[in-house]
């Protein structure tokens, strides 16, 4: 019987070895660099960094009915606690706007900072807020402060942050901040729980 004729057999194009050695090499490279993570994440368990407010005190609220404008001068003190033992905490883009009634009266912000292992760092800001001009419903607000006796303002933003052991570093993540600052006409605060730690 005749034999079947073979064709001549194609060679794998250099080119595409070097391509799939290449592939090859960044897949162990990337799962050995997932599992170095993991394990110092294990070891480390480092826990989430937090703001909040320490301190805030009302200093002025004055209401001119005359030109319908609000004087405000507010002290507030932030805190960014990191409650690691092994890594450090840096903070980002730390943004936050104080409202009366969604109107916006101040904006605090500072620059990136990093805080040590078991430290935290304190901010104060001392908010002077004059001639801001009032609608008939802030102007009622204001009116429904003075008869009750209390003033509340919103404190609205976010920080970002993300740990670092040596040269390890994790993803940023967002810290949010939503909170009502509660004060008698006084300026005492009312037990304002003011932070983004999760309860």
């Known amino acids: 019987m005749p034999r079947p004729i073979i064709g001549s057999q194609r060679r794998t194009h250099p080119l595409i070895w070097c391509v799939a050695i290449v592939c090859t090499f960044c897949t162990v490279i990337v799962i050995i ?25 009302v200093d002025k609220f004055e209401y001119i009915t005359q030109s319908s404008v609000l004087n405000t001068e507010i002290s507030i003190v932030f805190k960014a606690q990191n409650d690691n033992a092994k890594a450090h905490v840096s903070f980002s883009e730390f943004v936050y706007y104080l409202k009366f009634h969604g109107l916006i009266i101040a904006k ?3 620059h990136a900072f990093e805080v040590n292992k078991n430290d935290s760092v304190t901010f104060n800001y001392d908010v002077k807020s004059y001639s801001i001009p009032l609608d008939l419903y802030h102007s009622a607000m204001v ?3 003075y008869r009750e006796n209390r003033i509340s303002f919103d404190l ?36 304002s729980h003011c932070t983004t730690k999760s309860k």
Not at 158 to 179: A, D, E, I, M, Q
Request: glycine residues 8%; aromatic residues 14%; positive net charge.
């Open 143 to 145: 009116d429904r402060s």
């Open 108 to 110: 605090l912000q500072n």
């Open 156 to 191: 609205i933003g976010r920080t970002r942050t993300r740990w670092r052991v040596g040269p390890f570093k994790s993803v940023k993540f967002w810290l949010h901040l939503n909170c009502e600052l509660k004060f008698q006409l006084d300026g005492i605060n009312v037990d």
């Open 33 to 57: 660099t997932g599992m170095v993570v993991f394990i110092g994440y294990l070891a480390i368990q480092p826990k989430v960094p937090f703001v909040s407010v320490t301190y805030a005190h």
